[in-house]
C-alpha cells in the first residue's frame, strides 16, 4: 500500500509525543511491507528503505513556520498526488493535514488524535491563542473540527482520548480506534561507566536523587507546580532535570525566587541517546501535567526501569496504575506530589522494585511494532 503521512513533527524536528510517534509510527510501518510517503518540514536526512520523504518549505520563524508549512503543504500533495496517481491512504498526524481539504482522488482518511485541543483553547482568551499560534492551543477550534469529522477512520492513544473526542465533536465511537503507543525504536544499552561519564558531565553529586522530567515546555505540563513542590521535598540532596523543546526563563526566575536554582538543571531539548542516559540515571520520573492523551514520556521512563510520580488526569491513569507502576497525585497538590517524590528517594529498594516492574510490563504492553500491525488493520479496513 502506498501511504501519504502527513506531520509537521518529522525527524530531525521531533518535539512532543506527536513528534514520537511520527518518527517510531513510519519506520515500523515501511517494516509492515508500506510504502510511505511522508510530508513534512524541509530538513536533510538519510535515505530509508520504505520511506520516502517530501520536503515542504517553510520560514523557521516564530508565528510563520506553522502557517508557511500549511501553504505549501497543499501545492506539494497535490503535485505527488498526480505524479504517483494517488495513495491508498491518507494518514494525518494530529491536525498537520489541515489544508488538504480538498483531494482530487477519493482516498479514504485515516487521523491519529493524541488530545483533544478544544478543551483549552475554550478556556484561552483570542490574544493568548494568537500568541500561541505554533502551539496545541493556537491551532484553532475549526482546524480540530474539520480534521476529525472529515476523517473516515481516527485512531485515538487512548480511552481518554477517544471519550474526548466523542464529547466534544460527537462523533460515533465506531469510527474511532484506540491504539496506544510504543516506546523507543531503538533501545540503547550503556554502560555504568557511560552513565558516570554523562552524571559528571552533568555535574550531579555523586550521592544525590535525580528526579527527571521531560516534556514541551508549554502550559499544560504544569511545570511551575513542579518547582514548588520540589521546593518542598524533605529529601534535600536531590536534583530536578528538566529537559524538552521550549523557552525555560521564566522557570529558570521561578528556581531563583524559589532558592532552588542551585538544586535545578535545565538541559533544553536533547538528542535520543542523551534523553536514554537521562531516563537511566534518574531514579525517578515525574508528570505533572494538567492534562495528557497519553503520556508517551511515561512509557520511555518505565522502559529504563524507573518508578513513575504523575497527575491522575486524561490518559495517564491507563498507563501509569497507582500504587503499582508508581503514584498518582491530584493536579495541582503541591504537598502530595512533594511526599509522591520524597517516598521514592527515601525508599530506594521499592523504588528499584517498582522500576523492574515496569521494565516488564511496558514492553508487554506498549510497543510500535504492535501499533504498527493495528494500524496496518486500520488501513485494510478502508480499502477492502
Known amino acids: 500500500m502506498k501511504i501519504a ?7 530531525p524536528f521531533i518535539e512532543g509525543g506527536s513528534g514520537v510517534y511520527a518518527n517510531c509510527i513510519v519506520e515500523n510501518l515501511a517494516k509492515n511491507g ?14 530509508q528503505s520504505n520511506i ?8 523557521n520563524k516564530k508565528f510563520f513556520s506553522i502557517l508557511t508549512y500549511y501553504n505549501n503543504l497543499k501545492k506539494e500533495y497535490s503535485k505527488i498526488e498526480k505524479k504517483l496517481d494517488g495513495f491508498d491512504v491518507l494518514h494525518e498526524n494530529d491536525l498537520f493535514g489541515y489544508p488538504l481539504a480538498k483531494i482530487k482522488k477519493k482516498t479514504p482518511r485515516v487521523v491519529t488524535i493524541h488530545h483533544i485541543n478544544k478543551i483549552e483553547a475554550e478556556k484561552a482568551g ?5 500568541k500561541n ?7 484553532g477550534l475549526k482546524w480540530e473540527k474539520d480534521v476529525i469529522q472529515r476523517a473516515d477512520k481516527i485512531i485515538a492513544v487512548s480511552e481518554f482520548t477517544k471519550n474526548e473526542i466523542i464529547t466534544a465533536y460527537k462523533i460515533n465511537e465506531k469510527k474511532i480506534k484506540v491504539i496506544y503507543n510504543g516506546t523507543f525504536n531503538k533501545n540503547i544499552k550503556f554502560s555504568q561507566e557511560e552513565l558516570e561519564q554523562f552524571k559528571n558531565k ?3 553529586p555523586k550521592d544525590f536523587g535525580i528526579i527527571l522530567f521531560v516534556g514541551n515546555i508549554i502550559a499544560r505540563k504544569n511545570i511551575d507546580m513542579l518547582l514548588r513542590a520540589f521546593k518542598e521535598i524533605k529529601y534535600r540532596k536531590s536534583i530536578l532535570i528538566i529537559a524538552g523543546f521550549g523557552d525555560f526563563s521564566q522557570y529558570s526566575r521561578l528556581s531563583e525566587k524559589l532558592e532552588v536554582q542551585n538544586r535545578m538543571i535545565f538541559t533544553g531539548k536533547v538528542n535520543n541517546i542523551d534523553l536514554q542516559k537521562l531516563y537511566n540515571i534518574c531514579d525517578l520520573f515525574v508528570l505533572p501535567s494538567k492534562l495528557e492523551g497519553f503520556g508517551i514520556v511515561l512509557v520511555e521512563a518505565m522502559v529504563a526501569g524507573k518508578p513513575i510520580v504523575a497527575t491522575n488526569v486524561g490518559g495517564i491513569p491507563e498507563v501509569v496504575k497507582d500504587k503499582r ?3 498518582l497525585v491530584e493536579v495541582n497538590d503541591k ?6 517524590m520524597d517516598y521514592f528517594l527515601e525508599n530506594p529498594d521499592i523504588a528499584s522494585k517498582v522500576g523492574n516492574y515496569n521494565r516488564k510490563y511496558v514492553n508487554e504492553r506498549f510497543s510500535w511494532e504492535k501499533n504498527a500491525k493495528e494500524t496496518v488493520e486500520v488501513y485494510r479496513s478502508l480499502i477492502r
Not at 34 to 47: D, G, I, Q, S, Y
Request: hydrophobic share 45%.
Open 202 to 204: 552533568l555535574r550531579i
Open 335 to 340: 504537598e502530595k506530589l512533594a511526599e509522591a
Open 5 to 11: 503521512f502527513i506531520s509537521y513533527y518529522y525527524h
Open 34 to 47: 508500506m510504502e510511505m510517503h511522508v510530508f513534512t518540514l524541509k530538513a536533510p536526512r538519510k535515505k
Open 325 to 327: 507502576n508508581g503514584l
Open 52 to 59: 520516502i520523504v517530501h520536503d515542504i518549505p517553510f520560514i
Open 126 to 130: 483570542y490574544l493568548y491563542r494568537i
Open 133 to 139: 499560534l505554533r502551539n496545541e492551543i493556537g491551532y
